[in-house]
C-alpha cells in the first residue's frame, strides 16, 4: 500500500478551523521533573504553541522525584515525561524510572531522559539497564531539537495507545471480526474480511477490496487500487495492486465512497469501511441476491468493527514501515541492514563487505544552512548511491548522517565511493561538496551475526574519524583491542575518580631574574592502587572524548585552588596557579558559571589564577571565545596559551583575543641549543609577547645551557626539570623551604 495513505492528519491539514478548535481538544500532557526552575521556562519556551494531531500540549511541572510520584499517581494519560536525572539525590530521575514503570505500571508513558553532566550519566549503561525511551543531554537540546524530540515520543505514545485501545476493543467483538485480528498486514486483513463474509452470508468467495488511489475527496474519486481480490475477480492478478477496470464495479465504488457509506444493488455489494487513519476501505461483494434485512443489520455491525481492525492494522503496518524503513529516505534501516546481513550469511554468499559511510562535518552543514538544507543532502546522497552502485548492493541509513552499504567486494571499493560523493550536489540551486569517512569489514567470520558486522565496520569507522577523516580504514582485531582498551581505560578512571585515584602534582615556576618561585602549574597524575602509573597522554585524551573531563575539570579547579591557599597561608609568597582547561571543558555551557562560583569563593586575589588554554580553543566561534576571555579577564584572573606554536599556524588571533601570556613549547626548547632553523622559533615567540605585550614563560627547561639562553632572549621566566620535576604537594613544601631557605 503506498505510503502516501499513511500520513498523519497535522501532515497535510491547512485547514484553519481545524487548527482553531485545538484550544477544545483534549491536550497532550507532558510532565517536566527538574529541580531547575530555568529548565522549566526553558522548556516552556521550547514546545510552545505545539500541536499534534489537532492537540495542543499541557505541561505539568514537578520539581522533585517525590513531587513527580504525587502527580502521576493523580493524573491519567501522561503522554511524555522529560526527566532530570540529578535532582534530590544524584540517582533520583533514575530511582523514579522504576517507580514509573514497576510501581504506577505506566508502561506506554514516554520517558526523556535529560542530564547536564554527561560525565556522570554513561548513555549506555543508562539505556541497558534502564526503561526509557529516549536519553538526551540537557546542553544538545536546542528549542528545535526540544521540539523534534518531544514530538516523536507523542506520536510514538499515540501510536502505542491507539494500539492498546484497538486491542482492548476487539476483545468485545464479533467472533468473526476477533478471528480477523489474528492477521497482520492491511493484505491479509483484506484477504481474510472476503473470506469471512462469505462464509458469514453463505455466499462464494467472490469479491474484492480497495482504497482509494488519493484520498483527497477534491481528487479523481474513480482512482482505486485493489490490495485484496477472490473468485473469478481474482483471475489474471500477478502484481500485488491493479486498477479497477469494470465500470460498473467502479461506478459502485464511486457512489459508496462519494456518500461514504455501503451502497448496494439486488446481485452485488459495496461496504464501507470508515478509517480514522484516513485509509478508508472499500469491499465489492458479489452476491447475486438481494440481502434480507437482519443481513444488512449484520453487515453493518460487522463493518464497524472491521473498522477497527483495519485503524489497528494500518498501525500495524506503519510501525513495521518504522521498524525497518528510514522515515525520511524511505530506505531500509539499521534493523534491516542486521538483518539482510544474517539473511546473506545464512546463504554463504561469499566475497561480501560492509561499508560504513560518514559525512564529514554534516553538522556543519545543518548549522549553517538549517535542517531543511539537510535533509535534503541526505536524499540527494542516497540517490546519488542507487545511481551509481549495482542493483545487487544493498543500501540503508544507519545513522544521522551515516550509511551502510553491504554488497561484492569488486562492487564496493571505497576509493570509488569516495570519488563519486566528492561530485558536486545541486542543494536547492547551490553547488555543494562533501568529503567522506568509511570503515568497512569484509565478511569473513561465518558465525557473525548482522549485529556485530555492522558493530565491527562501526569500529573501523571510529577509527577513520579519529585519524583520517576523509580516508577509510578496514577492521582490524587488533583495532578492536584497542578500541575494548580504551573502554576499559574510561571504566578505569571513573572508578579512579570514585576513589581517589587521581591526584595532582605541581611544577614550579621560576624567575630567573631572581631564581625565586612565582608559580605554579597544576598537573593531573593517575597511580592505581597496584602502584601503575597512567600517563596523562592515556587518560586524558579518553577523558576528553568521553566528556567525562568536564567534572575531572572542575576537581582539578577546586583540589588546585584549595592548595594554593594552604601554601600561601604557609609561605606567604603571592604564588602564581597555572591550572589546564581542555576545549571540551572551555566549551561547555556551564564553564564560567563553574569558574565563577570557584573564584568567589576564593580567599586570594583573582590575579593569581591563570587558565592554560591550547590553541585550538582559539579556533573555536571567535565571539563565544571573546566572550569567555572577557569575562574571565573581568574578574580579575589571567589566560595563558599552552604549547604555544605547535597548534594552528594562523596567529591573527593573538590580535583579536585577549590573552596574558604564551608559553613556549618544550619541543622548541630542546632544540633550541642545536643548529636548526628551530633554534629561531623561542626568539620568534620572545619578540612576539613583546610586539603584543604579553608575558612568556618557557617550558621544559632542563640545562644550564638553556637558562642562560633564555636570559639572552629576555625571557625572564621559566618552568622544567631543571628547576624541579612536578611534585605532590607534601613534595612540593618540602622543595619550597629548601628554596627559600
Known amino acids: 500500500m503506498s505510503d502516501e495513505l499513511i500520513i498523519f492528519a497535522e501532515e497535510d491539514s491547512n485547514d484553519s478551523d481545524s487548527l482553531a478548535n485545538t484550544s477544545n481538544a483534549r491536550p497532550w500532557k507532558v510532565l517536566v521533573v527538574d529541580d531547575d526552575k530555568d529548565v522549566h521556562e526553558a522548556t516552556k519556551f521550547g514546545l510552545k504553541g505545539l500541536v499534534f494531531l489537532n492537540q495542543p500540549l499541557e505541561l505539568i511541572h514537578a520539581y522533585s522525584a517525590s513531587e513527580a510520584t504525587a502527580i502521576l499517581s493523580a493524573e491519567s494519560n501522561i503522554a511524555v515525561i522529560l526527566l532530570d536525572v540529578v535532582m534530590e539525590t544524584e540517582h533520583a530521575g533514575l530511582e523514579l524510572i522504576k517507580v514509573i514503570r514497576d510501581d504506577l505500571q505506566l508502561h506506554n508513558t514516554r520517558i526523556i531522559l535529560r542530564t547536564g553532566q554527561p560525565g556522570y550519566a554513561p548513555e549506555i549503561e543508562v539505556i541497558l539497564k534502564y526503561d526509557i525511551n529516549d536519553y538526551k543531554n540537557k546542553a544538545d537540546l536546542t528549542r528545535t531539537r526540544l521540539y523534534t524530540t518531544v514530538t516523536a515520543a507523542i506520536r510514538s505514545f499515540s501510536e502505542i495507545t491507539a494500539i492498546d485501545t484497538s486491542r482492548k476493543g476487539l476483545e468485545r467483538i464479533v467472533h468473526a471480526s476477533s478471528e480477523l485480528m489474528s492477521l497482520h498486514g492491511i493484505r491479509e486483513l483484506a484477504n481474510g474480511i472476503i473470506t469471512q463474509l462469505a462464509a458469514l452470508l453463505g455466499i462464494p468467495a467472490e469479491g474484492m477490496i480497495c482504497f482509494k488511489t488519493n484520498p483527497d475527496p477534491q481528487m479523481n474519486a474513480d482512482d482505486f487500487t485493489v490490495v485484496a481480490a477472490s473468485g473469478e475477480l481474482a483471475a489474471g492478478i500477478s502484481s500485488q495492486s491493479f486498477t479497477v477496470e469494470d465500470a460498473n464495479i467502479r461506478a459502485m465504488l464511486s457512489d459508496s465512497a462519494s456518500k461514504r457509506r455501503s451502497v448496494e444493488n439486488e446481485y452485488a455489494c459495496v461496504l464501507f469501511f470508515p478509517s480514522e487513519c484516513r485509509n478508508d476501505m472499500?469491499?465489492?461483494?458479489?452476491?447475486?441476491?438481494?440481502?434480507?434485512?437482519?443481513?444488512?443489520?449484520?453487515?453493518?455491525?460487522?463493518?464497524?468493527?472491521?473498522?477497527?481492525?483495519?485503524?489497528?492494522?494500518?498501525?500495524l503496518d506503519r510501525l513495521h514501515n518504522y521498524a525497518y524503513f528510514d522515515s525520511l529516505l524511505d530506505i531500509p534501516n539499521r534493523v534491516s541492514f542486521a538483518n539482510h546481513i544474517d539473511k546473506m550469511m545464512q546463504k554463504q554468499v561469499e566475497n561480501q563487505v560492509i561499508i560504513l559511510i560518514d559525512i564529514d562535518h554534516f553538522s556543519g552543514i545543518n548549522d549553517t544552512l538549517g535542517t531543511e538544507s539537510g535533509d535534503?543532502?541526505?536524499?540527494?546522497?542516497?540517490?546519488?548511491?542507487?545511481?551509481?552502485?549495482?542493483?545487487?548492493?544493498?543500501?540503508?541509513?544507519?545513522?544521522?548522517?551515516?550509511?551502510?552499504?553491504?554488497?561484492?567486494?569488486?562492487?564496493?571499493?571505497?576509493?570509488?565511493?569516495?570519488?563519486?560523493?566528492?561530485?558536486?550536489?545541486?542543494?536547492?540551486?547551490?553547488?555543494?561538496?562533501?568529503?567522506?569517512?568509511?570503515?568497512?569489514?569484509?565478511?569473513?567470520?561465518?558465525?557473525?551475526?548482522?549485529?556485530?558486522?555492522?558493530?565491527?565496520?562501526?569500529?573501523?569507522?571510529?577509527?577513520?574519524?579519529?585519524?583520517?577523516?576523509?580516508?577509510?580504514?578496514?577492521?582490524?582485531?587488533?583495532?578492536?583491542?584497542?578500541?575494548?582498551?580504551?573502554?576499559?581505560?574510561?571504566?578505569?578512571?571513573?572508578?579512579?575518580?570514585?576513589?581517589?585515584?587521581?591526584?595532582l602534582a605541581y611544577q614550579p615556576q621560576i624567575d630567573l631574574h631572581t631564581g625565586r618561585i612565582n608559580g605554579l602549574e597544576a598537573l593531573m597524575r593517575w597511580k592505581t592502587k597496584s602502584g601503575t602509573m597512567i600517563t596523562p597522554d592515556?587518560?586524558?585524551?579518553?577523558?576528553?572524548?568521553?566528556?567525562?573531563?568536564?567534572?575531572?575539570?572542575?576537581?582539578?579547579?577546586?583540589?588546585?585552588?584549595?592548595?594554593?591557599?594552604?601554601?600561601?597561608?604557609?609561605?606567604?609568597?603571592?604564588?602564581?596557579?597555572?591550572?589546564?582547561?581542555?576545549?571540551?571543558?572551555?566549551?561547555?555551557?556551564n564553564f564560567l558559571e563553574m569558574v565563577s562560583h570557584k573564584l568567589q569563593n576564593l580567599t586570594l586575589a583573582a590575579e593569581q589564577i591563570e587558565f592554560e588554554v591550547t590553541e585550538s580553543v582559539a579556533m573555536m566561534d571567535t565571539e563565544k571565545v571573546r566572550e569567555i576571555l572577557q569575562v574571565i579577564h573581568d574578574s580579575g584572573a589571567r589566560v595563558a596559551i599552552d604549547d604555544f606554536g605547535t597548534g594552528f599556524s594562523c596567529l591573527s588571533y593573538l590580535e583579536t583575543l585577549n590573552f596574558d601570556r604564551l608559553k613556549i613549547d618544550k619541543s622548541f626548547i630542546d632544540k633550541m641549543m642545536s643548529k636548526t632553523t628551530s633554534t629561531h622559533i623561542?626568539?620568534?615567540?620572545?619578540?612576539?609577547?613583546?610586539?603584543?605585550?604579553?608575558?612568556?614563560?618557557a617550558e621544559g627547561v632542563e640545562t644550564e645551557e638553556q637558562v642562560e639562553r633564555l636570559k639572552e632572549l629576555s625571557c625572564f621566566e621559566a618552568q622544567g626539570y631543571f628547576f624541579g620535576r612536578p611534585m605532590e604537594l607534601s613534595q612540593l613544601k618540602e622543595w619550597i623551604e629548601n628554596h627559600i631557605a
Not at 483495519?310 to 498501525?315: F, G, P
Open 282 to 315: 472499500l469491499l465489492y461483494l458479489d452476491i447475486q441476491r438481494p440481502l434480507e434485512d437482519t443481513e444488512q443489520q449484520l453487515l453493518e455491525v460487522f463493518c464497524r468493527n472491521i473498522s477497527v481492525c483495519l485503524d489497528n492494522a494500518t498501525i
Open 538 to 589: 592515556q587518560f586524558i585524551p579518553v577523558a576528553e572524548s568521553s566528556g567525562m573531563i568536564v567534572p575531572l575539570g572542575e576537581w582539578v579547579m577546586e583540589t588546585a585552588l584549595r592548595d594554593l591557599e594552604y601554601l600561601e597561608k604557609q609561605y606567604n609568597l603571592n604564588l602564581q596557579m597555572g591550572i589546564n582547561i581542555s576545549p571540551a571543558q572551555f566549551r561547555h555551557p
Open 376 to 503: 535534503e543532502l541526505l536524499r540527494l546522497i542516497a540517490n546519488r548511491f542507487s545511481s551509481f552502485l549495482p542493483e545487487d548492493i544493498f543500501i540503508c541509513r544507519v545513522s544521522g548522517d551515516t550509511f551502510g552499504l553491504m554488497g561484492p567486494q569488486e562492487s564496493l571499493i571505497p576509493k570509488n565511493i569516495s570519488d563519486n560523493l566528492s561530485k558536486p550536489f545541486q542543494l536547492f540551486g547551490d553547488d555543494l561538496s562533501i568529503s567522506i569517512t568509511q570503515g568497512f569489514y569484509v565478511l569473513k567470520d561465518a558465525n557473525i551475526s548482522g549485529t556485530n558486522a555492522i558493530k565491527r565496520a562501526n569500529i573501523a569507522l571510529k577509527r577513520a574519524k579519529a585519524i583520517v577523516r576523509g580516508d577509510a580504514v578496514e577492521y582490524t582485531h587488533e583495532i578492536e583491542r584497542e578500541t575494548h582498551q580504551r573502554m576499559l581505560l574510561l571504566q578505569g578512571l571513573r572508578k579512579a575518580h570514585a576513589e581517589n585515584e587521581l591526584y
Open 682 to 697: 623561542p626568539e620568534m615567540i620572545i619578540s612576539l609577547g613583546k610586539d603584543l605585550n604579553m608575558a612568556v614563560i
